[in-house]
Structure formats: C-alpha cells, structure tokens
C-alpha cells in the first residue's frame, strides 16, 4: 500500500501536516492548477500504516486519513512489482 494526496480534492488545509506522527508531509511550496498549495509527501516509507497494513490486516494510524475534511489521502495498492523502500527507524 502507498500513501496517495488527491490534489484535486486537497484544499491545502494542512491539518495532516499538522496531526501526522512520522511527520511524513511537508507544507506545499508550488500551487497546483486552482492556486492551491497542496501538501507533499516527505519520505512516506516512514509510515508504517502504508507497509504494514498488508501484514496486520488493520490501519495501524490512520490519523492523516481521518482528519482529512476532503477525504483527499488515502492507501491505494501498490504495482505488484513496484520498488519501494523500507525505512526502519529507532
């Protein structure tokens, strides 16, 4: 699973900056075609809901999701041979 930004949905709002405990998104910096600065992704192999919902079979934070008032973010299945990094931090 990855963590996608809708941009079309995002009204830059910035409350998953805000609430996220792996601090995965950043402020955006470049407007997207509504003049809207919509939030980036910062290392999202850093939220362990995105790799490890597929082992536990639950969300294990979800706080980004659930604060969304746009319901903008949300876990798409990855490609099956997708690269994707794993960071494990301490």
């Known amino acids: 699973m990855k963590l996608v930004i809708d941009d079309v949905r995002c009204k830059g709002c910035n409350l998953c900056v805000m609430v996220c405990p792996y601090h995965i998104f950043q402020e955006g910096r470049r407007p997207n075609r509504r003049g809207v600065f919509v939030p980036e992704l910062d290392r999202p192999e850093r939220c362990t809901n995105c790799r490890l919902s597929q082992l ?7 706080v980004c ?10 876990w798409v299945p990855e490609a099956k041979h997708e690269p994707h990094k794993v960071v494990i931090e301490y």
């Open 56 to 62: 536990y079979k639950r969300r294990l934070c979800g």
């Open 65 to 74: 999701q659930t604060i969304c008032p746009d319901q903008a973010i949300k």
